[in-house]
């Protein structure tokens, strides 16, 4: 029987296999293994074991037309779980040979172990039972182990196991990447270190990391090994051990393994270091009891629960909840939190978007900033260490100040690539998503929203504002005065949406004036002031001198951000970019009706040979994200500023307006969707909710998450009920509510960690409390126009009512309550 921790998997689809590899990866946010067959073997159009090392690239290049196309791409390591029996003188049993009698998958998230039953019947009517166990170690990060337990059922006789290392691997998850270069890896040494351990090293072929696999093998339950040889191939080595079985009775063979790099923190040698794991590892029951010690500990403080209520939320939607957090968990572990790696778009999980670190980030901050700071932290040191990448982009471009790039790797240069391949028509078109600058405003965001949560004013003073100020800088001089308007104006760029590249029939790529990026660009200018204010004298003195930043510079943010031009309609809707509404209107039920999934609507008209850039469409939120990152009162007081009055129907109409021209080809869409209708169409939001919170596990692109789960839709779903429906924001020194929980679903209960203070939160239709379990000093709770003093081992209780009004105090939600 399931329940609300387990995700199972029962008989066999191999269809449906990559999606199951995927959402049953185990990581500890250093390294993860996709949820594939240990018997497996090489990858196959079924199968795709991969294991990958947060912060592990390399590049490769291929010649495509006249083209010379250079990727770096998160390396696939050499695969550890290489496990393969055979009955008596029979072959290698795969998936699925024989007569299927059972076969059943489960994860169990709490404490992060996947087990698997598979009975079968060999053509004679031989049955076997294996029962497997393993884990990735989320306290000792080198580590993983596999269990595996066989059963004769009703024969006696032979049994032979192979336990190997594959060094053969390639980079193959992806189907549109498969005729690109993908041999990542070359094999320096596979050598048996004893009678039980084996040892592989390989180095990646350009960034020259070296990698280190030791694996040790041992046979119990009693069962003598008849022999047991090293079986070499061309980098794969093993173990192949013969056994004699007894009807009924089970052998056990433990497999544990130790993987280090050259890129983990306070390593000398890969091999020696993976040698030394491997020796003080202990056994895996031992070390199975560590692992769960650890998860108990990482899910009391991310803890999530929902009660149910009349409508009933059931087991699925708490299950699919624990299921995002358990895996942006195992791709950014705090267990991990010094290694130099970000938060890659599709976690430790696979292939897709090659490993890079996109502005995802901006939906994973919320839910680690304010459970497990520290971690947050270190994740932004990935940014701050590339600062002067970031830096160096910007002054070959011609700019000032720090230009991050859309896709980051290694190093921080752009990795984004010049082409890409569309696989419905099969043609490659010019790729521009480059521009889409706007991902250093994310990173801006997420430094003073952490700011904010935490108060740690020594990681501002430090670093982060800094890099918010190289940011600022770098986006001012990005605006220029256009003497026609009296406005400052940045064009040829790219907003959140993708879809919308360049004018029609233009040239060269990029648009004028995206919304999102300008109002954003305003945003960045007055909070550059509010750090500068918040620093100390001494090191405000220092970053003025070491960044030049001089009273003539300061002087034109300040102008800047009174006179940026904001495209708005003469109905009042706020343009995604200045001509957005010149441009066709596409006969959305046709398309519809023709190809019903018209989530790429790009690849779509591009195979007909049109072009999205002609139409008002939308592949996601754009000029939405201003809804979902800023208040109503916050935008108002932007838009005031800029000399813009926003009246209160201004924001519901340009809501509607996009919601009607967005194919949701992006995970992320529903999410911000279901956020910026929260409060106007509740049922609407829930259902959006729903869709972005199944994104992965309904696999509602249509193959996409056996490349790679989004993390940015996972954690977002969990930061939609915590600052959303719960109405959770950090501002002016205090913690802030504006619950709007669905009464029906129950009671909403998370817990946070603000200011150094653990607290329970609990929600309801419109009520929340609040309490402290300990700590010392007393924090500021508000809700609504309430605000009170909340003190350790205290609880604190508001009541809005159903009908109740916020007053002045701004909301957490884009919509707040519109002022009359």
Known sequence: MTDAWTLVFKGWDPADEGRREALLTLGNGQFATRGALPEAGAADDVHHPGTYAAGCYNRLVDRIGEMDIETESLVNLPNWLDLRFAVADGGWVGMPDGELIEHRVTLDMRRGLLSRVRTFADPIGRRTTVRQRRFVHMSRPHLAGLQTVITADNWSGRLRV??????????SGVARYRDMASRHLEVLSAEPADRERLLLVAQTTQSRVRIAVAARTRVEGGVAERARRVDRQRDRIAHEIDLDLEQGRAVTVEKIVAIVTAHDVAVSEPAVAAMSELDAAGGFEALVGSHELAWYQLWRRFRLDLTDGRGGVGDDTLRTLRLCTFHVLQSVSARAIDLDAGVPARGL?????????????????????????????????????????ARRAAAAAGHTGAMYPWQSGSDGRE???????????????????????????????????????????????????????????????????DPATDRYRIRGVMGPDEYSTRYPNAPEPGIDDNAYTNVMTVWLLCRAQDVLAALPAVRRTELIESLDLGPAELLHWEDVSRRMFVPIAADGVISQFDGYRDL????????????????????????????????????????????FLLSADELRDLFGRLGYPLEPGQIPSTIEYYLARTAHGSTLSALVHAWVLARSHREQALELFEQALRSDVADIQGGTTAEGVHLGAMAGCVDLLQRCFAGLETRGDALWFNPHWPRRFGRLEFEVLYRGRPLTVAVSGRQVSVASGGGRGTIMVGCGTALRELHPGTTVEFDMGEDAQLGSVPAAHPLGEPRA
Do not use: C
């Open 349 to 389: 999980h696979g292939e897709a978007y090659r490993g890079h670190v996109f502005w995802d980030e901006l939906f994973v901050f919320p839910m680690l900033t304010l459970r497990s700071p520290a971690l947050a932290r270190g994740l932004l040191q990935y940014r701050v260490r590339r600062l002067d990448a």
């Open 162 to 171: 192979a336990s190997g290392i594959d060094g053969s691997v390639t980079n």
């Open 584 to 627: 066709a209107e596409l006969d959305w039920p046709d398309y519809r009706r023709r190809y019903g999934d018209i989530q790429r609507l790009d690849r779509i008209l591009e195979s007909e040979g049109r072009s999205v850039d002609d139409y008002q469409v939308s592949k996601q939120a754009d000029v939405l994200m201003l809804f």
């Open 415 to 481: 990795e984004s690539q010049r082409a890409h391949l569309n696989p419905r028509s099969g043609r490659w078109v010019p790729d521009p998503s480059r521009l889409q600058r706007h991902v250093g405003l994310a990173i801006a965001y997420s430094v003073w929203q952490y700011f904010q949560a935490t108060g740690d004013l020594e990681f501002l003073a430090d670093h982060g504002a800094e890099v918010l100020l190289e940011i600022a800088r770098f986006f001012a001089g990005l605006a220029r005065l």
